[in-house]
T-cell receptor, first 114, second 115 residues
Framework: DQQVKQNSPSLSVQEGRISILNCDYT??????FLWYKKYPAEGPTFLIS?????DKNEDGRFTVFLNKSAKHLSLHIVPSQPGDSAVYFC?????????????FGTGTRLKVLA | DSGVTQTPKHLITATGQRVTLRCSPR?????VYWYQQSLDQGLQFLIH???????AKGNILERFSAQQFPDLHSELNLSSLELGDSALYFC??????????????FGPGTRLTVL
């Protein structure tokens, strides 16, 4: 049962345009969401996060939007740059019974074309 | 360079064997996390240790165990290995305890191949 889904395994975008990466979750108990970027042969790098009490968080070229009613979050990268080409993972987490769940999506490979 | 080191970089072993993966967190970080990235299941959270104590457990098999030592390095032990255990194993560290909201810094990973 995949509780966090990234339905697009890959995405190609022209340099300078907007990249939109999507993530859906099934469990309403998740209350904190994160995006990670991963280059080949390297570990993931934290990108941006959002708490469920917000619907938007912005950091430079990166903005994460959260739609709790639709159980959907998206990462917008504007403008996209060739260096953004990587695999992007969304993750969702929640406290439960003194510990927490931490579930990742399967990733979306972004290719930014020069 | 995240400051998190993992050894070995590559490991090839046979089914039924036992291996130990090692992680040294960034200087000053008290939390260590372990993740598994396999081809078909993406990135999975395995376990989180904070200052030597287990903090949270994810989808970690009973054949796997971990510990964090007084010097804060951590080891992930994988036993009775199966072909399906072949994966990239990442360690991450952070300076806080919550896990959920911490910024985690990932190591380069250990690639385990079980033949």
């Amino acid at each position: 049962d995949q509780q966090v889904k990234q339905n697009s395994p890959s995405l190609s975008v022209q340099e300078g345009r907007i990249s939109i990466l999507n993530c859906d979750y099934t469990n309403s108990m998740f209350d904190y969401f994160l995006w990670y970027k991963k280059y080949p042969a390297e570990g993931p790098t934290f990108l941006i996060s959002i708490s469920s009490i917000k619907d938007k968080n912005e950091d430079g070229r990166f903005t994460v939007f959260l739609n709790k009613s639709a159980k959907h979050l998206s990462l917008h990268i504007v403008p996209s740059q060739p260096g953004d080409s990587a695999v992007y993972f969304c993750a969702a987490s929640a406290w439960r019974s003194g510990t927490y769940k931490y579930i990742f999506g399967t990733g979306t490979r972004l290719k930014v074309l020069a | 360079d995240s400051g998190v080191t993992q050894t070995p970089k590559h490991l090839i072993t046979a089914t039924g064997q036992r291996v130990t993966l090692r992680c040294s967190p960034r200087s000053g970080d008290l939390s260590v996390y372990w993740y598994q990235q396999s081809l078909d299941q993406g990135l999975q959270f395995l376990i989180h240790y904070y200052n030597g104590e287990e903090r949270a457990k994810g989808n970690i098999l009973e054949r796997f165990s971990a510990q964090q030592f007084p010097d804060l390095h951590s080891e992930l032990n994988l036993s009775s290995l199966e072909l399906g255990d072949s994966a990239l194993y990442f360690c991450a560290s952070s300076d806080e305890a919550s896990g959920l909201t911490d910024t985690q810094y990932f190591g380069p990973g250990t690639r385990l191949t079980v033949l």
